[in-house]
């Protein structure tokens, strides 16, 4: 699932940010209106499915904390995740993609000059409102309820951990030390077995320690092979929610800026709001794309591997083609 992340920042490197940049040192975009709109649906699409990634991966982290029986049985099937990255990646581009295309035969829309760039929603407040909650809103509250349970999930059993780690009542030891106690110190007054006493009370001992030496022993092993586990788990879930946490705070930042200046400034067709915190909430919205591929990573052993599998397969590549 790492590569959810990867082609999102190899397209803003190579496509989105090359074309932008001339187009906001000069003003006026060049390079005529098919590759305006093809530039406005990649854009739109990835950052967009950014968002639905941050969502998605949540979601799975989610399931890996609460089910985790459920979710490694289904670690064997990669067409699930396939599955996950296709929608992603077609519901982004339903939720801008075709009005862009088709927004220019809206009737009673305003014209676009043909040196501006910009989608034909452009000052469309109440689409741009509801393209918002679907993008913004709706993965920031999953994000956030998933991130929840799994605190609330780590809170609970690590309740239950202290209260399985209280040993045993003192009472109960003593019991079972009388019992023993009172087992080896059985007594025969009987004549005829006399001769037996010793070798009887010496089998009760065996017995006893039996009962509560090796048995005890082996459960106690046991038992602490299990916490162990758990501990594991626990600490395993505990950085799991942590990484969560970093992602929700850096979504929000990110893109609440961003989602809330667009609809004000569509609003009042761009008077009210200076073009330059357009541009940096935009900026700021492209940085949210470009630095989750390296905050999850830091964040979890799993990424952390798979990304530095793509870092050496690109390099090997470029080091191939280069040779």
């Known amino acids: 699932m790492c590569c959810m992340y990867h082609w999102p920042l190899k397209l803003?490197?190579?496509?989105?940010?090359?074309?932008?940049?001339?187009?906001?040192?000069?003003?006026?975009?060049?390079?005529?209106?098919?590759?305006?709109?093809?530039?406005?649906?990649?854009?739109?699409?990835?950052?967009?499915?950014?968002?639905?990634?941050?969502?998605?991966?949540?979601?799975?982290?989610?399931?890996?904390?609460?089910?985790?029986?459920?979710?490694?049985?289904?670690?064997?099937?990669?067409?699930?995740?396939?599955?996950?990255?296709?929608a992603v990646w077609i519901l982004s581009f339903l939720l801008y993609g075709p009005a862009i295309i088709f927004w220019d035969f809206v009737p009673s829309t305003e014209e676009i000059p043909e040196n501006i760039c910009v989608a034909g929603f452009y000052y469309t407040w109440y689409y741009l409102l509801t393209a918002s909650a679907f993008d913004f809103v709706l993965p920031l509250i999953s994000i956030s309820f998933f991130n929840l349970s799994i605190y609330c999930n780590i809170k609970k059993r690590s309740r239950r951990k202290m209260q399985n780690s209280i040993s045993l009542p003192?009472?109960?030891?003593?019991?079972?030390?009388?019992?023993?106690?009172?087992?080896?110190?059985?007594?025969?007054?009987?004549?005829?077995?006399?001769?037996?006493?010793?070798?009887?009370?010496?089998?009760?001992n065996i017995s006893c320690n039996q009962c509560f030496g090796i048995k005890s022993s082996s459960h106690n092993n046991k038992r602490s092979d299990r916490e162990n586990n758990q501990v594991s788990d626990l600490s395993r879930d505990k950085k799991v929610a942590k990484s969560l946490s970093v992602l929700v705070c850096i979504f929000a930042i990110c893109w609440a800026p961003y989602s809330f200046l667009m609809s004000i400034r569509a609003a009042c067709h761009g008077y009210c709001i200076h073009i330059y915190w357009y541009d940096i909430t935009f900026w700021l919205l492209w940085t949210n794309s470009a630095i989750n591929p390296i905050i999850y990573p830091l964040c979890h052993k799993g990424f952390q591997k798979a990304f530095l599998n793509i870092v050496k397969y690109v390099c090997m590549k470029k080091t191939n083609d280069s040779a």
């Open 12 to 86: 803003y490197c190579t496509f989105a940010i090359p074309l932008y940049v001339p187009y906001l040192l000069t003003g006026k975009w060049l390079l005529g209106k098919f590759l305006c709109k093809l530039w406005l649906i990649v854009d739109y699409t990835m950052c967009t499915a950014s968002a639905f990634n941050v969502a998605l991966i949540s979601w799975d982290r989610f399931l890996s904390v609460t089910q985790a029986v459920l979710y490694r049985s289904q670690q064997n099937r990669p067409c699930r995740t396939v599955i996950k990255m296709a």
């Open 170 to 204: 003192p009472q109960k030891s003593r019991k079972e030390a009388k019992l023993c106690t009172i087992a080896t110190n059985i007594t025969l007054q009987s004549p005829q077995i006399d001769i037996q006493k010793k070798s009887f009370r010496r089998r009760i």
